[in-house]
């Protein structure tokens, strides 16, 4: 507790003086730039931040690179309709899948694991507000989160469509949706970790929070196909369907639009992180 402390206000906590005297070590003001850097300390001396950003980033770019050398083997064998509905860029971004996987769990983590330590009354009992903590650490995580992703998706695209060039079906970075499709994965798993982080101080704790999320990505996308085809279009409200529309650049009729997404995906952040928000601030820590 004493190194948080002094991590967060900049300066070792000023001993009592004798009446008469003054303070060796004046009282320095807790400032959210100074939180910032607390939570960013914190966040990068994990290792399981490393190794978990190194893991979406290597399976972003595995992925994403065997889909599209697939591609190019097997495109004499694809059907005319196939062929006009390939996305290049989007088959070299397909590691996502995976990636969204490895930060929502990272996001979760980062604080419902200070719930289960008890970090988390070290870094609320220094800050005089709670929400600068929490401030600090959507934003330190989301900034991380979203550099790393940019590098990977640019180091995936780059390869992805060196293994499509063989068979001249590649696009370039310039082309039209093609780096609005790279930056908008990129917020698409980056949303993803910020709303596991959410659902991590909504429910403090590990187990709880990462059923709740995979349940969204994974097992309610199953949910919503099995319906009626007059319900289908609920479909189009799910984070997932948000972020394939972001990803794609040849669109299908099936899909929502990039703006759709972004909107979809802002809405449940919005909902996600004022709720944790609003918690954090009437439950005891």
Request: charged share 10%; net charge positive; glycine share 8%.
């Amino acid at each position: 507790m004493t190194a948080q402390t002094t991590q967060l206000v900049g300066s070792a906590p000023s001993v009592p003086s004798a009446p008469g005297q003054h303070s060796a070590r004046p009282a320095v003001r807790v400032t959210q730039l100074r939180v910032l850097r607390s939570e960013w300390t914190k966040l990068t001396s994990l290792r399981s931040t490393v190794w978990t950003l190194a893991a979406a980033l290597a399976v972003t770019v595995l992925l994403g690179t065997i889909l599209c050398r697939l591609a190019a083997n097997d495109w004499p064998h694809y059907s005319p309709e196939g062929r006009a509905t390939f996305d290049a860029a989007a088959t070299s971004l397909s590691g996502m899948y995976l990636a969204q996987l490895a930060i929502g769990v990272l996001g979760v983590l980062v604080i419902s694991g200070e719930y289960t330590t008890g970090m988390i009354r070290a870094s609320l009992g220094v800050v005089p507000r709670r929400l600068p903590v929490l401030w600090a650490k959507v934003t330190t995580f989301a900034v991380a989160s979203f550099v790393l992703m940019v590098v990977a998706n640019l180091i995936a695209f780059t390869a992805g469509q060196g293994m499509l060039s063989s068979r001249h079906i590649d696009v370039a970075l310039s082309d039209p949706g093609v780096l609005r499709a790279v930056l908008g994965t990129a917020f698409y798993v980056t949303a993803i970790g910020v709303l596991g982080m959410a659902l991590g101080a909504i429910l403090r704790n590990t187990p709880a929070a990462l059923g709740t999320l995979f349940g969204v990505l994974l097992v309610l996308p199953q949910i919503v196909g099995a319906l009626p085809r007059s319900l289908a279009r609920v479909g189009d409200y799910l984070p997932s369907t948000s972020g394939d529309a972001l990803m794609q650049v040849t669109h299908g009729s099936d899909l929502p639009s990039p703006t759709h997404g972004l909107l979809v995906l802002l809405a449940y952040l919005v909902v996600t992180v004022t709720t944790a928000a609003v918690l954090l601030v009437r439950r005891d820590a």
